[in-house]
T-cell receptor
């Protein structure tokens, strides 16, 4: 059974640009959560999608948005990139009614 | 946002030693999860705990769900070099499906 797949693995963008990250959850999982990880800050929750609806949201500005498709794949978009957006972005999937979350390898975003 | 108090922040030990780390919260949790993250990778689930007082093992790892439901412990016995990484605790309270995370314990093992 394939795990959580995130693409791309690495990305370099310029300040002011926008970026879209992709996450394919484990087959059969309907919940996808996104996290931002920076050194010393741990995992900061961005949002969770379940059956194409945003179910939970963290405390990030509106520049961060996401969506989920009918096949449970999810995308995360960051507009007007800032230097401080440089981080490892992690996606986690779960069955939706369990609490165990399984992570992808992450996308390392560098904003220059 | 809300975070768990995870300690210690970092540990440097000799191979073969036992390791203990813990997470505490001011709130009651229904679920505790322990993850390990290798550099440049996503966290990997090690142990899940669902009941107060529960003690669960996964190889050399043992985790406990505190009786008060406000804390959890992870022990690693006879550490080996591949135990190196960052260990995270995460908790879930009530009906809120948002996991609350600790800041991690960075473990270094000297061969």
């Amino acid at each position: 059974k394939a795990g959580v797949t995130q693409t791309p693995r690495y990305l370099i963008k310029t300040r002011g640009q926008q970026v879209t990250l992709s996450c394919s959850p484990i087959s059969g999982h309907r919940s996808v959560s996104w996290y931002q990880q920076t050194p010393g800050q741990g995992l900061q929750f961005l949002f969770e999608y379940f059956s194409e609806t945003q179910r939970n949201k963290g405390n990030f500005p509106g520049r961060f948005s996401g969506r989920q498709f009918s096949n449970s794949r999810s995308e995360m978009n960051v507009s007007t990139l800032e230097l401080g957006d440089s981080a490892l972005y992690l996606c986690a999937s779960s069955g939706g009614f369990e609490t165990e979350a399984f992570f992808g390898q992450g996308t390392r975003l560098t904003v220059v | 946002g809300q975070q768990l108090n995870q300690s210690p922040q970092s540990m440097f030990i000799q191979e073969g030693e036992d390791v203990s780390m813990n997470c505490t919260s001011s709130s009651i949790f229904n679920t505790w999860l322990w993850y390990k993250q290798d550099p440049g990778e996503g966290p990997v689930l090690l142990i899940a705990l669902y009941k107060a007082g529960e003690l669960t093992s996964n190889g050399r790892l043992t985790a406990q769900f505190g009786i008060t439901r406000k804390d959890s412990f992870l022990n690693i016995s006879a550490s080996i070099p591949s135990d190196v990484g960052i260990y995270f605790c995460a908790g879930l309270a009530g009906n809120n499906r948002k996991l609350i995370w600790g800041l991690g314990t960075s473990l270094a093992v000297n061969p």
